[in-house]
Every structure is written in structure tokens, then in C-alpha cells.
Nanobody, 126 residues
Framework: QLQLVESGGGLVQPGGSLRLSCAVS????????IGWFRQAPGKAREGVSCISTGSGSTNYADSVKGRFTISRDNARNTVYLQMNSLKPEDTAVYYCAATVSAFAAVMLDVADFGPWGQGTQVTVSS
């Protein structure tokens, strides 16, 4: 059974950095990619970044390009999200999830990702 557990959130000042971790267990070859998503209060969940389980290809939402980097450590079964130059608008609960769909991975389509963990809170504030 696929399970993903997020960690690494916290409070950081604008311009600061955080690294989120997504510990993955039960992943099978059926799954095409692992993605990071976020949800701010009163807003819909949105895609942030995704990495394929095979080739390691990545994609990013325009709002985080050049600031966030997704990576994976296959030996540790962990996917990371390095977040630099953080802005107050990055404040949200961050989630990781998996998809079997290459199209959903490219589009960061939240509807085709799951299962969802409890998330980790990221707060960017001075």
C-alpha cells in the first residue's frame, strides 16, 4: 500500500530557505511520478513541482520556477523540495502525492494524484 509522509515545514523569514521531505513506502512501477502540492487558507490545492519515478524528469509551476528544486534519493525512498527565496505567498500546507498518469504529472493535475498525507505547514513571515 502506497504511503507518503511529509516533513520539514516551519516558520521562515522572507528570503529564507526550507527543505521539505516526502518519505515514500509501497511505491510500485505503476506510479509514474511524485509531486508536491500546496494549499493556502481559503484557496484550492495547487501543483508546485513533480519528478518522474523513472527518468527523474522534473517540472515546476511558474510561480516557483528558479526558486524551488525537486529531487529524489532512491536509496532513502525520499523526494525533496528545496525552497529558496521564500515569499509570504508561499505560505501554505505542503503535500506530496503520487500519480500513475504522465499527463497529470506534466499538468500537475491535483485530481489525478493521491493518496494524500497530513501535509507539513510552511509559514513565510517576518
Amino acid at each position: 500500500q502506497l504511503q507518503l509522509v511529509e516533513s520539514g515545514g516551519g516558520l521562515v523569514q522572507p528570503g529564507g530557505s526550507l527543505r521539505l521531505s516526502c518519505a515514500v513506502s509501497g511505491l510500485t512501477l505503476d506510479y509514474y511520478a511524485i509531486g508536491w502540492f500546496r494549499q493556502a487558507p481559503g484557496k484550492a490545492r495547487e501543483g508546485v513541482s513533480c519528478i518522474s519515478t523513472g527518468s527523474g524528469s522534473t517540472n515546476y509551476a511558474d510561480s516557483v520556477k528558479g526558486r524551488f528544486t525537486i529531487s529524489r534519493d532512491n536509496a532513502r525512498n525520499t523526494v525533496y523540495l528545496q525552497m529558496n527565496s521564500l515569499k509570504p505567498e508561499d505560505t501554505a500546507v505542503y503535500y506530496c502525492a503520487a500519480t500513475v498518469s504522465a499527463f497529470a504529472a506534466v499538468m500537475l493535475d491535483v485530481a489525478d494524484f493521491g493518496p494524500w498525507g497530513q501535509g507539513t505547514q510552511v509559514t513565510v513571515s517576518s
